[in-house]
């Protein structure tokens, strides 16, 4: 692991999913900006003091060289050193396993696709979100045609921690991810827009086209957006809107989305992640629960508990590190799902339009090849 | 009453909310287009036979002659009637409950404020939903700095029943509904979508100063819009994000929005509306129960049961009418609270501002003085 | 109208009730227990003058004997003068419409159903819940077998504005509530329990065998039961517990139905009127909404506006008065359900067997014949 | 480990429970009731082989004799051997975490007390659900007396698997659960009943002094118990009604627990375990979150994540095994928070009192000490 040193939520995030199924054992790392954090945080964690590292680019180095080596390191840095640590451990043969979003930059993620493109290793990127079981159902009910042709999806994140000016209360997280320089070329749009944004190309399959996007700092002060408003035109000629706020009081961690076709439609939330609403044509409304009747035969894979007993974020984030193990044991398999580096580029992508559109006073803006 | 023969949908809800508080009686009529189908209605509803006229001119002519006229007339027809109905019941001074939306057209409804502002009688347009009680609540929490400065707000209105072409099955209100010559310059926008921003406005008391609009027909052969999104800048630097959707499978009657302040946010959904959610910033959210503990007391005034005891569509209709029957009673009054003809007109200039900004590609829009 | 002066809460849902659907005209009543207040009251509501009356045996005197005399008369007093108003007019011929519970007593109740066998007009009881629309539905899915072999039935009424000794500031309700001489036999089963045990009855059309109560006084001081817990052995086998509740904080009107059948289940509640759970055996559980999918065609009988549009206890309530109006316009039909005389009885013998079997701790006690 | 071979599914959620922190490692079991099973399942999950028992007595006897024996055993078996085995390991000093109910019958329990008194070890019980955070955030506001003194609770526990002779169909699950050799004295009320009668215990503090039970079969054909009521006198004067049933179509495991008080109440739904609803008596009803605002400081302790981001059921399991890991280590600490063997025994007294009440017509039976 990469940064994540004790007392990082994100960090502790990543070492519980990768150990609640039993296919990773934490062995070294490199956990802070300075070798005495580092070495604090990978004691208290039990890691053999020798592997325990002052910098990523010695881990890298030396453990390449181990017999016993890391077979993937987990990189949950602030967005700005995404790229440089990936490609360490990419040129090393490591698998990655990235943090969002890919990278603070454009620039950044060319250059790491490119040598993603070269390394034998796997670059997977945890949009966590989109490991939960249900949201595996939605994806499949698009895809077999429950809901006919997409029309419109209405997919947002509210949250508002960020709702007063944190970042001057030195709150950890807030302070990096309202610094430019270390959160890259957005706030909100990047921090959780992004999520957003993948959940819906997930579930539909449709990637955006273009973009009518609306980016606002309501915190005076602040530094980077923290609200957006995109409209977008998705691939088949289908509709969203998109909003993303860290100002929203009253919305803890409240992404939702909703799909209609134009025989059905479906509608979930991450807080509520058990359930999911599906309504037919014409039909009553139905309330499909995890592994509950309604719940297709493969959500087995993705669950560990009977309908009714709730599984949540870390399940879902435990899911998407079990699908990555499943595909580095054994490379050739192709039925494994998890966020790559495809899905990484697209996130920036769609951030980098939103910024242009919004520059350009929401003029509609298509989406570029890199 | 001019319309809402039997059979009609909104004649009976006029009926049913005009009689609940024993505020009107009905007593005169042109209840359709044509004589015979009027008199059938009419006498169905109980009305002396001399008083079932075959046109609503005959209907104000004779009426204003008569020592007992009808005090007020409820215009319940297709859009497009609207004004002409309005402008000859208002010369004669006879009060005018006009159903929404204020006018078919632009040029309409110039033509009806111009008389409107001639007439002694008053002209009221029903946005019933703003007749809820706990809309009024929401309306003076804004007010009162519940919610500190506004910073966005969501509202919505989905609703399904036009996702298949319904209008080629002879759908009564699907057919008048889709017909521009009957509906006016719009569809869905100007059939509930205007609904939706008279609630905004109503609730937080900022105007629409510009709109990035995009209006879309998902049915093919439909010759109005069925779906509506828009981004809004409201006065006050206040944003707001508008969709509205006839297409939205799943979905009843779902007219809802949430308000997010500096220091608090409330949420109301039409098909809950005995609840409102309030968060204070750092606070648990709550839920203020129409008549319970956290309800105003002036809710008293627009409540007939006490909490716990759901009030619906026809008592938040009810209010309105109760509010004009004050009104015209004590004509001096000035707490009465319920649409008059600049929220028409509102409404009118937010349709067409949408309509324009949507043949730009989404440009953002002010919208004029009429 | 017998009682119901200005201010008072029943009496004032029954004159909305019976006005919402045009079929009934106030036009006489003894509004209170003294000659002036019945007046200024009877002036308030509108009334001729020579038609509000001291007291109800005035009433019943001269109506009788008026040419355009009253055809039906609703009761809207304290529980104790139920019979001998009702016993009144039904000697004279004129249809009762009494509030519930049908007496104060079991002595009462006998006496009542011996006039009531003999008079040519209805004593119709309101048992408001079961107007409501869903509620109708509910008790048709059970009769048409789509919940198969009913086996346990779990209904509660849980409400709070008695959680504290509000009897001693002189609340009116709270007073004549728990004064045994006014109230009768019960205070809270009487109350409210009835209520629930009704809309059992009515859904299931299973009436019950023999209960098995315990009836207790939270708030001390208190001269009558505040909470009833009953286990009740149904007809056919079936069980149910029934709880009711006057202290349950939190709680505004919270009735609600959960019903289990061999081959579904159905679950509603009278603060969501206008929805209704359904799970059938091996699927997913559905949203029935009123005049939705899934809605049965019967429902329009019952239903003012479309799905959607919520519609709530002044709706219902209304529903028992129209179909008692038609009743009595046609009175041959069968086709009308409200609420009458026998179900009036069976409140009474559930309440007296309750109390029977708490005071012998809970022994379970058959309900007998009267 | 003893049972939970592989596809069984509280082993595994025994396994996961207690790898999700870090404070388990798994390395030695008899997992079933053959050799060959054993040692299949224990190879499956990455044992060493010579630490894959036969059967339990070889187990706790080789391993009590290793260096770097076992601290800890997790039993999952069958109720009616879950007391021979805890005595075998207890007697070696090895902690045991025992799967609930703690015994199949009453003299088993007696016969595992006096040994659990005599040893150094623990006996733990995993009444898993006490390990929500929001449940020991309830359980401290009734000790804070936020809800002022306790009247009344509901706890019901409602589940549907059983709705049908599914032990017919050979489900492993049911066939032992419905066979009284191995379930031992109860059916409903010994597998699931206990899990809310703890509840109810954890949560108030308040133990049953008397019941009133009524026990039933509805399933024709099946040997124990599949649904019950229970009237529950608790301490202090408070009353509760207890349900649990296996039959009610459309739960799928639905515990919820309302507790109310003489000033507030509160209620939880182990479906949607980061809430917990709470009001005040005369205040509006509030949404208190896991780690959000109104919950309490200490609930940091059992949540891994933060607000919005749903934990759910083994995230609450691994609480009770973190809880135990905790007081293993240090063995002094009384600040730990698990079910013990006193709350195993408190279960099996309710069991048997309630069998012996539902016996005798439900009449009020007083639960004895042991």
């Given at each position: 692991m990469v940064g994540g040193g004790v007392g990082s939520f994100i960090g502790n995030v990543h070492r519980l999913s990768s150990r609640l199924d039993g296919?990773?054992?934490?062995?070294?790392?490199?956990?802070?900006?300075t070798a005495k954090k580092s070495l604090q945080s990978g004691l208290k964690l039990g890691i053999e003091k020798k592997r325990i590292y002052s910098n990523y680019k010695e881990m890298a180095k030396i453990e390449s060289l181990?017999?016993?080596?890391?077979e993937a390191v987990a990189i949950v840095t602030p967005n700005n050193s995404h790229s440089e640590i990936a490609i360490e451990f990419l040129k090393k043969n490591i698998h990655v396993i990235c943090d969002?979003?890919?990278?603070?930059?454009i620039a950044q993620a060319k250059k790491l696709a490119s040598v993603a493109k070269k390394s034998k290793a796997l670059l997977a990127i945890t949009y966590n979100y989109s490991g939960y079981p249900l949201v595996h159902q939605a994806k499949e009910m698009v895809s077999n045609g429950s809901?006919?042709?997409?029309r419109f999806v209405e997919v947002k994140y509210a949250t508002d921690y960020m709702a007063t000016p944190v970042e001057k209360t030195k709150l950890k997280q807030a302070v990096w991810r309202t610094d430019p320089k270390q959160a890259g070329i957005g706030g909100c749009i990047l921090d959780i827009g992004t999520h957003a944004y993948h959940l819906c190309k997930f579930i539909t399959g449709l990637k955006a086209i273009e973009v009518s996007a609306d980016l606002h700092t309501?915190?005076?002060?602040?530094?980077?957006?923290d609200h957006a408003q995109v409209q977008i035109n998705l691939e088949k000629n289908a509709k969203a809107i998109l909003w993303a706020s860290q100002i929203a009081i009253g919305n803890e961690n409240s992404l939702s989305i909703r799909v209609y076709g134009t025989r059905g439609s479906i509608e979930w939330c991450q807080e509520s992640p058990n359930q999911l609403w599906f309504t037919k044509l014409n039909s009553t409304k139905q309330l499909i629960t995890r592994m509950g009747k309604g719940s297709m035969l493969d959500l087995a894979k993705y669950s560990r508990v009977p309908a009714g007993m709730p599984e949540g974020y870390i399940e879902a984030f435990a899911n998407i590190y079990s699908e990555i193990a499943i595909k580095i044991n054994?490379?050739?398999?192709?039925?494994t799902v998890f966020p790559n580096i495809e899905d990484g580029i697209d996130g920036m992508k769609f951030v980098e339009t939103c910024i242009k559109s919004s520059n350009m006073k929401s003029k509609w803006t298509k989406l570029k090849k890199l």
């Amino acid at each position: 692991m990469v940064g994540g040193g004790v007392g990082s939520f994100i960090g502790n995030v990543h070492r519980l999913s990768s150990r609640l199924d039993g296919n990773y054992d934490l062995v070294a790392g490199a956990f802070s900006s300075t070798a005495k954090k580092s070495l604090q945080s990978g004691l208290k964690l039990g890691i053999e003091k020798k592997r325990i590292y002052s910098n990523y680019k010695e881990m890298a180095k030396i453990e390449s060289l181990r017999e016993d080596k890391i077979e993937a390191v987990a990189i949950v840095t602030p967005n700005n050193s995404h790229s440089e640590i990936a490609i360490e451990f990419l040129k090393k043969n490591i698998h990655v396993i990235c943090d969002k979003p890919l990278t603070a930059t454009i620039a950044q993620a060319k250059k790491l696709a490119s040598v993603a493109k070269k390394s034998k290793a796997l670059l997977a990127i945890t949009y966590n979100y989109s490991g939960y079981p249900l949201v595996h159902q939605a994806k499949e009910m698009v895809s077999n045609g429950s809901l006919g042709k997409i029309r419109f999806v209405e997919v947002k994140y509210a949250t508002d921690y960020m709702a007063t000016p944190v970042e001057k209360t030195k709150l950890k997280q807030a302070v990096w991810r309202t610094d430019p320089k270390q959160a890259g070329i957005g706030g909100c749009i990047l921090d959780i827009g992004t999520h957003a944004y993948h959940l819906c190309k997930f579930i539909t399959g449709l990637k955006a086209i273009e973009v009518s996007a609306d980016l606002h700092t309501f915190v005076s002060g602040r530094k980077v957006d923290d609200h957006a408003q995109v409209q977008i035109n998705l691939e088949k000629n289908a509709k969203a809107i998109l909003w993303a706020s860290q100002i929203a009081i009253g919305n803890e961690n409240s992404l939702s989305i909703r799909v209609y076709g134009t025989r059905g439609s479906i509608e979930w939330c991450q807080e509520s992640p058990n359930q999911l609403w599906f309504t037919k044509l014409n039909s009553t409304k139905q309330l499909i629960t995890r592994m509950g009747k309604g719940s297709m035969l493969d959500l087995a894979k993705y669950s560990r508990v009977p309908a009714g007993m709730p599984e949540g974020y870390i399940e879902a984030f435990a899911n998407i590190y079990s699908e990555i193990a499943i595909k580095i044991n054994k490379i050739n398999t192709t039925s494994t799902v998890f966020p790559n580096i495809e899905d990484g580029i697209d996130g920036m992508k769609f951030v980098e339009t939103c910024i242009k559109s919004s520059n350009m006073k929401s003029k509609w803006t298509k989406l570029k090849k890199l």
